[in-house]
């Protein structure tokens, strides 16, 4: 499973490219954390302000399923903490 976060702009609204994004945590949209899921994570940039991350292990999500994930975003001297909505989506082998 991969969760993808998807439009990460910074202020001006340009999408953020090339930063480093680190998982904190991550929990469903009630507020339950979502348990097996080794934190802190790194995310892959995929362009145009996607960030994904490769689930492993014994973590059961359905796809298409939001999350509500709580990340560490660090791109050149700017560095800023956020809670955003993330999808559970499938990768293609």
Same mark, same amino acid.
């Given at each position: 499973?991969?969760?993808? +976060? ?5 202020? #001006? /609204?340009?999408?953020? &490219? =090339?930063? $480093? %994004?680190? +998982? ?5 949209? #009630? /507020?339950?954390?979502? &348990? =097996?899921? $080794? %934190? ?8 145009? /302000? ?44």
């Amino acid at each position: 499973m991969v969760l993808r +976060l998807t439009g990460l702009k910074n202020q #001006n /609204g340009v999408a953020v &490219e =090339d930063a $480093d %994004v680190s +998982l904190e945590s991550v929990t469903y949209s #009630n /507020g339950d954390e979502i &348990e =097996d899921i $080794d %934190v802190p994570a790194s995310f892959t940039h995929e362009g145009d /302000g996607t960030y994904e991350l490769n689930i492993s292990g014994d973590v059961e999500l359905t796809v298409g399923r939001v999350v509500k994930l709580k990340a560490v975003v660090t791109s050149g001297d700017a560095r800023a903490e956020l809670i955003e909505t993330a999808v559970v989506v499938g990768r293609v082998a």
